[in-house]
């Protein structure tokens, strides 16, 4: 029988994290009745991390050989690596899973039941932090400071149309692909840095197609302490728009207005002391100041027409 759901994920080799998801999704409620394949794309870079994943995947796939499926993919980009298994899918529901994530046992019912039940194009799930962390103050602390751990959620159970993508849950069908294309294997984890999500989300926005939030939906995502911390809150802003100038194929003149903007709001916020507020402008800083360099760098790398070229005596 044909699965009704594909579920593919892209792993870097956090083998921890990846077996922990993978132990979810063998809990899931559901399981016999929603045939369903799980498809792992192994971008460990590293030989030994690369067995490691490889062998964690034999351990499932001994049970259950014609659900589980590996390939490996060595040249590092999440993008790259999810395009690298879309043509392996035999279903037409397309749903992803971050490697750092566990699914709710309740999570393939409900995913499968939102496109049987709504006519959105794509569903965002919830991406919340794990019960065990949800009154730890230091990391709440943290959490709220940085903001560097992707989580998304919204208030109440309705499901409700969003502007925004998620790729840590998120699922559509595969005829989508037909009107937006693959992922963008110039961005996201492994390339760029970030972004392939957002990108992606804003392709099905203007292709007409419509994004539904599904809350209960719901994936745990895991907490990663050091992306708590001011190295990484100003590396992940610097890669989110450094993938930002990318896709959009920013300016010069616009990254510059924009990066005055964020650094007179810093020095505002700043003088009053603001915490939130002094982080959120200074993330901007760093994305803005990324954004100005890609641009450079693209401009001095373009080739020189040959009309310019001739007028400078080439």
């Known amino acids: 029988m044909e699965p009704a759901v ?14 922990r998801l993978l132990d979810s999704l063998v809990g899931l409620e559901n399981r016999a009745e929603i045939q369903h394949e799980i498809l792992v794309a192994n971008n460990a870079q590293g030989k030994a991390t690369a067995a490691a994943v490889e062998a964690l995947l034999q351990k499932y796939r ?23 298994l879309l043509p392996l899918v035999k279903a037409n529901l397309l749903a992803f899973l971050d490697d750092d994530v566990e699914v709710a046992p309740e999570w393939l019912r409900i995913t499968w ?32 400071r940085y903001r560097t751990i992707c989580y998304y959620s919204k208030p109440g159970l309705e499901v409700r149309e969003i502007v925004s993508l998620n790729a840590a849950n998120m699922a559509f069908r595969r005829e989508l692909l037909d009107v937006t294309g693959l992922f963008d294997e110039r ?9 392939m999500d957002v990108e992606f989300g804003e392709r099905v926005l203007r292709a007409g197609r419509r994004i539904g939030y599904e809350p209960r939906s ?27 100038a990318i896709y959009k194929e920013s300016g010069i ?5 924009n990066l005055l903007r964020a650094m007179v709001g810093w020095c505002w916020y700043a003088a009053l002391r603001n915490e939130r507020q002094i982080y959120r402008s200074k993330g901007r800083v760093y994305h803005y100041r990324a954004m100005l360099k ?15 070229d001739q007028r400078r005596g080439g």
């Open 6 to 19: 594909s579920i593919l994920i892209a792993t870097q080799g956090r083998v921890p994290q990846l077996e």
């Open 253 to 257: 003149f616009s990254s510059f207005a």
């Open 62 to 84: 001994a049970g259950e050989p014609e659900r589980w499926i590996h390939v490996r993919e060595s040249i590092p980009g999440k993008s790259r690596a999810l395009n690298r």
């Open 218 to 244: 719901i994936v745990y995502h895991d907490v990663d302490w050091t992306r708590l911390t001011e190295e990484y809150f100003k590396r992940r802003h610097q890669l989110q728009g450094r993938s930002r």
């Open 294 to 308: 890609e641009a450079m760098r693209r401009t001095a790398a373009a080739p020189i027409s040959p009309q310019l």
């Open 187 to 195: 961005i996201g984890p492994g390339a760029s840095g970030t972004s």
């Open 113 to 144: 039941q939102f496109f049987r039940d709504y006519s959105y194009d794509v569903m965002q799930g919830s991406v919340l932090v794990p019960p065990s962390m949800q009154n730890d103050e230091q990391f709440l602390r943290l959490l709220n």
